[in-house]
C-alpha cells in the first residue's frame, strides 16, 4: 500500500489549488515544498522589518461576485472559498507609454477604447471588432500554434497598436520571445483588458494563509523544507518520491508543479531539456518611499507598461538588464486600499539569465547596483525624482528566481512549449501549473484545479 | 431516504458547491445546469460530493440522468434506499 494516495511536489499556488481540490473529495494528499514557506514565484521575506511580497503586482481576471462563469468565480467556487467574503480592490488606472503615445486603461473596458479612438482613430472600428472575436475564441481546444503578431497585424493593421497591446499581455504572461501563441494571446488578453486588475486586501501572506489554512481544513497535509530529489518510477507507473534527506514517500499518484525541466531531471524522463528551458527572465526592484509623490499625470495610476524604443523587444536582453521597457507598479494604488506604512514601487525588467549566472559574487553585487541605477534611470524619465531617497530597496534577479523556485534558468513563464494535457511518460504522474499553460496567480490556481479534475478524481 | 430526503440533499450539495445558488423559483422538471447558471466543472462536483457523502460510484454515461432535480430523485432512489 502506498503512504499517499497524491503526494504534490511544489506548494506554489497551483500545487495548494491542486491540494485544496483533491483533499476536499477525501483524496488525503500531501504536498511537499523545498522552502519554509508557501508560494514559490508569489510569495514573501522579510528584511528590515518590512514585509515584501515577490510576485503579486496585480492578479489579474477580476470578476465581481455573482457572475458564475468568470474564471476567478469560478475557481472560488471549484475551492470551496466564498467569493463574497474575499475582499477585492480593483485598480484605479494603468497606462502603456511609448514614445509615440500612450495610452491609459482600466477595469472598465470603455476606457481603452476611448483612448485608440483619439490616438488611433483608424483603427478603432477594428479594434472593437477584435475584442468581440477574441472574446468568441476558445483558447482551451487544443490547436497548433498559431501567430498572435499575424493575428494583430492582420485585424488592426498598425504595428505600433498592436506593440502597445502586447506589452502588458506579455509581460504578465508569455513565456515566448517577440511573438506570442494566439491561444495563451486570447487568455491574457480577457484576463487584463476584459476582466483586468486587482488585489486582495492585506498582501500575498494572507491570500496564502487563507489557502493553507483551508487545505489543511479539508485534511491536506503539508511538508516544509522537504526538498524532492527524486521521483521513483516502476515501469509505466511512479512508486512515489525520494526526498534528499534520502526518505522514501510512496503513493498512488503524484502530481509536479516545479516546471517540464525540473520534473524531467528528477524521473530522467528523456526529453530536449532546451526546448523547455524559458528564456525570458527578469529583475526586479522594490523601494520603499516615506510617501509617493507622482508627477500630476502620473498620479493615482495602479501599474505603467513603458517601452522607450520605438518598437518592443520582448525578448531575453543582450546586456544583464534591458531598462529600456519594463513595469512600474504602485501596489498601493488600488480603490480602497488603506495606507499604512511606507509606499512601495515595484520595477520589473527583463534580463539575461546566462550574464547573472556567469557573475562571481563580487561581479554579482555589482551587476546587481549597476542594474539597479540603470533601472532607477529608465523610471526617472517617467515619474522624475519621486523615486529619491528611498527608506529601503531591494531586487531581486533571475538566479533569486532559480534559487527559489527552481523555475530552470530563471524563467518566470517557464517553458515556450506546454503540455495542456499535463500528461507525462508515466500514467500516474502529471504536471500542473506553469508549465500546463495556465500563468500567472489565477491561473496557476486553475491549471492545480484542472489537472486534479481530469485525472485525479474521475 | 424518502424522496424528499433525496431532494434535500441534492438541494445541499448544490448549495455547498455554490453558496449564491437560488433555490426560490427552480422548477423541478427542468435542467438545474440552466436554471442555477452552472457549468461542467460544478456539475462534476454533485456527482464527487454524492461520492465522498455515500460513496455512490456514478458512471460517466449515467450524469445525463442527474439533469433535473426530479430525474436526480428517481435515479437516486433505488440507490439510496438504504442509506
Ligand atoms: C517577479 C514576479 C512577479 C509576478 N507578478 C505576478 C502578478 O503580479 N500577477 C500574477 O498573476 N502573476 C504574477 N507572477 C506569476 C505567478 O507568480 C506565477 O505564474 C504563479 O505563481 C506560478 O505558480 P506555480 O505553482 O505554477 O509555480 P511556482 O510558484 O514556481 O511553484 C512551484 C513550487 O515548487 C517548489 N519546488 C520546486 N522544486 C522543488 C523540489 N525539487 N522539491 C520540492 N519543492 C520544489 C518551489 O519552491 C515552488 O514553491 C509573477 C512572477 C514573478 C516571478
Redesign the interface.
Known sequence: MPDHQLIIIGGGLSGLAAGIRAARFGLKPLIVEQHSLPGGLNSYYFRQGHLLETGLHAMTNFAPPGLKHAPLNRLFRQLQLSRKEFTTHEQIESEVIFPQTSLRFSNDLNLLCEEIAVRFPAAIDRFRALVKEVDAYDPFAERPWQSARAFLRSRLADPLLEDMLLLPLMVYGNAEEDDMDLGQFAIMFRAVFLEGFFRPSGTIKDLLELLLAHYKHFGGEIRFRAPVAQILHEGEQVRGIRLQSGEELFAAAVLSTVGIPGTAEMSGWPLQASRYTGRMSFMETITLLPELRLPPERSGKTIIFYNQKERLAYHRPSGPIDASWGVICFPGNFHGMLHDGPAQVRVTNAANYDLWRQADEAEYLRLKEVCGQQAGAAVRKILGDCCQHPLFQDSFTPLTIERYTSKCAGAVYGSPVKIKSGKTPWRNLFIAGTDQGYLGIVGAMLSGVTIVNQHLLK | MTRDDIKYLILDIIQ?????AEFDNLDEDKPLRDQL???S??F??IV?EL??RHKLQIP?EDYPQLATLMSCVNYLEPKLKDA
Open positions: 455547498d458547491i455554490d453558496d449564491e447558471d452552472l457549468d466543472m460544478d462534476l462536483d464527487m461520492r465522498k460517466e
